[in-house]
């Protein structure tokens, strides 16, 4: 099933319709932030007074989360309202552009995990699903998008030279990006 989905072109047709739906999500939430005076304070205040709870033990569920929150995201609540709506924008043009396909399924995928951290279920699982199968098709995700022309011109100018001015990877010798 991994193959038809990193492979297959039907599939490459069938993510391309899923990570524009979901980059259009990504995109108008983060204009939305961007032109309505987004500010994140009062939301990160209330992940800190009223965290997620198990309400048989009465404890933190996320203790790690709930501390980066009270002691490093509120004290910069500045930086973070600028990080979520840029962070938004760029995943949802990510995907929809096709550009750095998985990049953005995961920088997705991280926001969704952070919002549902601090209690905040909304859409968060829909398009945790939805980003989990863009970034489970890999470069395929891409295919019909920046993707097809950008791969290849990322890896010719990160691709290696040995000292004879000829590919590092030998006839034979596959390194795990060929197999």
Avoid: C, Q
Wanted: a positive charge.
């Amino acid at each position: 099933m991994m193959r038809f989905w990193k492979e297959n072109v039907y599939a490459a047709g069938l993510l391309l319709i899923l990570r524009v739906y979901l980059g259009w999500e990504w995109m108008t939430a983060g204009i939305h932030k961007l032109t309505g005076g987004f500010d994140a304070t009062g939301y990160l205040k209330g992940a800190v007074t009223n965290p997620v709870m198990d309400k048989a033990t009465n404890e933190l569920v996320y203790p790690t989360f709930t501390r980066f929150l009270e002691h490093f995201a509120l004290p910069n609540a500045k930086l973070i309202n600028f990080i979520i709506p840029i962070g938004e924008t760029l995943v949802g043009l990510g995907l929809i552009l096709g550009g750095l396909t998985a990049a953005a399924a995961f920088f997705g995928l991280l926001m969704n995990f952070m919002f549902l951290f601090a209690g905040t279920v909304s859409t968060n699982p829909w398009m945790l699903l939805l980003g989990g199968i863009i970034l489970a098709g890999g470069l395929n995700a891409g295919k019909f998008g920046v993707d097809y022309y950008l791969l290849p011109l990322l890896r010719k100018l990160f691709h290696k030279k040995d000292k004879n001015g000829g590919a590092a990877v030998h006839k034979g010798n596959k390194t795990p990006a060929h197999i």
